[in-house]
Antibody, heavy 115, light 108 residues
Framework: QIHLQESGPGLLRPSETLSLTCSVSGGSISTYSWSWIRQSPTKGLEWLGYISTSGVTNYNPSLKSRLTISVDTSNSQVSLKLTSVTAADTALYYC?????????WGQGVLVTVSS | EIVLTQSPGTLSLSPGEGATLSCRASQSVPGNYLAWYQQRPGQAPRLLIYGASSRGNGIPDSFTGSGSGTDFTLTISSLEPEDFAVYYCHQYGSSPFTFGQGTKLEIK
């Protein structure tokens, strides 16, 4: 059974860079594709992007210039990096297994952007 | 971008009743690549249906997905107490993938 656990800073200032990691256990990270999705009261569920087994990424154009998703196979982690954050990036961030219709999700990590 | 509009926003029903939730897309969803998720308070979304009508692993047959093109439906045949939650549709046929705004299924 795949288990996902997100971690990262809970509070950021505007213009800072958000870095989140998703620790994967119970399966081989290189065998699957991975997605990031966030949820906020204002925007609901928002798909951010995915990284495939071959390392191909697909990002939401609304974030494309600021977002990077990567995989660290040696540490079995999926990472998200979002630059130049604003209050609009305040949300609960989920990592999930699979790129199209994610079947396994982490419990999410709450990120607040505030000065 | 494909916009998904779910209706109703809130559905008030009693246990044992049936529920019909709607998801309408702003344009045809390629391949009918439409999924449904259930989210209970404090939990991550749980996959119910993919490909418009295929049930996810361990999903009871009380949940049925149907539809094609721009109109999709999730039917719950007989509501159990644990079915009262928020339901989201999700299209993955066209990037950027998108989610509906959700239908809250509440106990009447």
């Amino acid at each position: 059974q795949i288990h996902l656990q997100e971690s990262g800073p809970g509070l950021l200032r505007p213009s800072e860079t958000l870095s989140l990691t998703c620790s994967v256990s119970g399966g081989s990270i290189s065998t699957y594709s991975w997605s990031w999705i966030r949820q906020s009261p204002t925007k609901g569920l928002e798909w951010l992007g995915y990284i495939s087994t071959s390392g191909v990424t697909n990002y939401n154009p609304s974030l494309k210039s600021r977002l990077t998703i990567s995989v660290d196979t040696s540490n079995s982690q999926v990472s998200l990096k979002l630059t130049s954050v604003t209050a609009a990036d305040t949300a609960l961030y989920y990592c999930a297994k699979d790129r199209l219709f994610p079947r396994y999700w982490g419990q999410g990590v709450l990120v607040t952007v505030s000065s | 971008e494909i916009v998904l509009t779910q209706s109703p926003g809130t559905l008030s029903l009693s246990p044992g009743e049936g529920a019909t939730l709607s998801c309408r897309a702003s344009q045809s969803v390629p391949g009918n690549y439409l999924a449904w998720y259930q989210q209970r308070p404090g939990q991550a979304p749980r996959l119910l249906i993919y490909g418009a009508s295929s049930r996810g692993n361990g999903i009871p047959d009380s949940f049925t997905g149907s539809g094609s093109g721009t109109d999709f439906t999730l039917t719950i045949s007989s509501l159990e107490p644990e079915d009262f939650a928020v339901y989201y549709c999700h299209q993955y046929g066209s990037s950027p993938f998108t989610f509906g705004q959700g239908t809250k299924l509440e106990i009447k």
